[in-house]
């Protein structure tokens, strides 16, 4: 559980954000300058609020009227930075241990073999941080915060710097300590696609204020918020779970509660669960249901919402049951099908669409 209510002011900068979750996963999102970062840093101790409280698993960082404010070495929170920050003269192995080592001994529950078999860093172990890829460090650098033992584990931008592959790749490891070692996580980033990926839930900033703070695949949905989340990457996030794998044609039957969706293998039983994003711009509608189509995905929905700024796009919110789906369309297209609100349409999805990236493991 994180409790936080801070402020701060750097310079012409003003920090004011509060918010409590018990998510597994927190992400902070927000484009630069938005206030990620000083807000991160406040968690971490080595920045300083003015005013304001921050609790996290019941135990006070800090609490400005108590007069409290525990030294980031006291606070047991794992910082994962952009770059690795690895000790360039320690090999793999020195460094994951060098955080294990200064933990009490009493507080080790994760153990070394542990992290390193969940990471697969087992082939590094002796190799020196010159000698690894951008994702081997990063995969390093969250095995030694992790054996530092920390109660949260704060990550800022720990993808930034890597290319699609090495970020996909680390991506998946991250998932993997999520569900594995169960240690709450803050994730920061300006990006749509790891976020929506990651966190059960969002805080959503902008000049360091906190716009909403909510469920990842409500925040993300809202039409009000389209420009603090992007239009290009924007869209709907839906918790899935695999019903059937098409091993001929290499496509997975994934349920929810508004229907099913077809998307290309997805490598996970039946019966686990799966988290989907789809983009707006990914989305077309219908006012019948169509046939003869090479689209798979056609889904039944009510039309809740349309955000019109007066220029050639129009933005649409639908509910697929109790699902939020987004669609980005024309302004034509919306005169042409005279479309409304509580209108029933039909949402065209392309199973091509939902790729890797688009897929994550819930």
């Known amino acids: 559980m994180i409790d936080v209510d801070v402020e701060d002011r750097l310079g012409k900068f003003e920090l004011a954000v509060a918010f409590r979750a018990e998510a597994p996963v927190v992400g902070v999102f927000g484009r630069s300058g938005a206030g990620k970062t000083t807000l991160v840093n406040a968690l971490a101790g080595v920045a300083h609020p003015r005013r304001g409280r921050i609790v996290v698993n019941g135990e006070t960082l800090f609490d400005s009227e108590l007069g409290?404010?525990?030294?980031?070495?006291?606070?047991?929170?794992?910082?994962?930075?952009?770059?690795?920050?690895?000790?360039?003269?320690?090999?793999?192995?020195?460094?994951?241990?060098?955080?294990?080592?200064?933990?009490?001994?009493?507080?080790?529950?994760?153990?070394?073999?542990?992290?390193?078999?969940?990471?697969?860093?087992?082939?590094?172990?002796?190799?020196?941080?010159?000698?690894?890829?951008?994702?081997?460090?990063?995969?390093?650098?969250?095995?030694?915060?992790?054996?530092?033992?920390?109660?949260?584990?704060?990550?800022?931008?720990?993808?930034?710097?890597?290319?699609?592959?090495?970020?996909?790749?680390?991506?998946?490891?991250?998932?993997?300590?999520?569900?594995?070692?169960?240690?709450?996580?803050?994730?920061?980033?300006?990006?749509?696609?790891?976020?929506?990926?990651?966190?059960?839930?969002?805080?959503?900033?902008?000049?360091?204020?906190?716009?909403?703070?909510?469920?990842?695949?409500?925040?993300?949905?809202?039409?009000?918020?389209?420009?603090?989340?992007?239009?290009?990457?924007?869209?709907?996030?839906?918790?899935?779970?695999?019903?059937?794998?098409?091993?001929?044609?290499?496509?997975?039957?994934?349920?929810?509660?508004?229907?099913?969706?077809?998307?290309?293998?997805?490598?996970?039983?039946?019966?686990?669960?799966?988290?989907?994003?789809?983009r707006a711009r990914d989305v077309s509608l219908a006012l019948s249901r169509p046939s003869g189509l090479s689209i798979v995905n056609v889904l039944e929905g009510t039309l809740v919402a349309m955000a019109d700024d007066g220029g050639p796009i129009v933005e649409v919110q639908l509910r697929l049951g109790e699902t939020p789906l987004r669609a980005r369309i024309t302004k034509r297209s919306r005169v042409e099908l005279g479309l409304a609100e509580g209108q029933r349409v039909y949402a065209l999805i392309k199973a091509v669409s939902l790729d890797r990236r688009s897929v994550g493991y819930a």
């Open 68 to 278: 409290i404010d525990l030294p980031p070495e006291q606070r047991r929170l794992g910082y994962v930075f952009q770059d690795a920050l690895l000790f360039p003269h320690l090999t793999v192995e020195s460094n994951l241990l060098y955080g294990y080592h200064r933990a009490p001994a009493a507080a080790r529950p994760i153990e070394p073999p542990h992290v390193v078999a969940l990471l697969g860093l087992d082939a590094l172990m002796h190799r020196f941080p010159g000698r690894l890829s951008g994702g081997e460090r990063q995969r390093v650098a969250i095995g030694r915060a992790l054996l530092a033992q920390p109660r949260l584990l704060l990550m800022d931008e720990p993808l930034a710097s890597l290319d699609v592959m090495r970020r996909d790749e680390v991506l998946r490891y991250i998932e993997l300590l999520r569900d594995d070692l169960h240690i709450p996580i803050v994730y920061v980033s300006h990006s749509v696609a790891e976020i929506t990926r990651l966190a059960d839930t969002v805080v959503l900033l902008s000049e360091g204020k906190a716009l909403a703070v909510g469920d990842v695949d409500e925040v993300m949905a809202r039409l009000d918020l389209r420009p603090h989340t992007g239009r290009f990457e924007a869209g709907a996030v839906i918790d899935t779970t695999v019903v059937a794998h098409d091993i001929a044609f290499g496509l997975t039957t994934l349920a929810f509660a508004g229907g099913e969706l077809t998307v290309p293998s997805v490598e996970a039983l039946a019966g686990e669960r799966v988290r989907v994003r789809i």
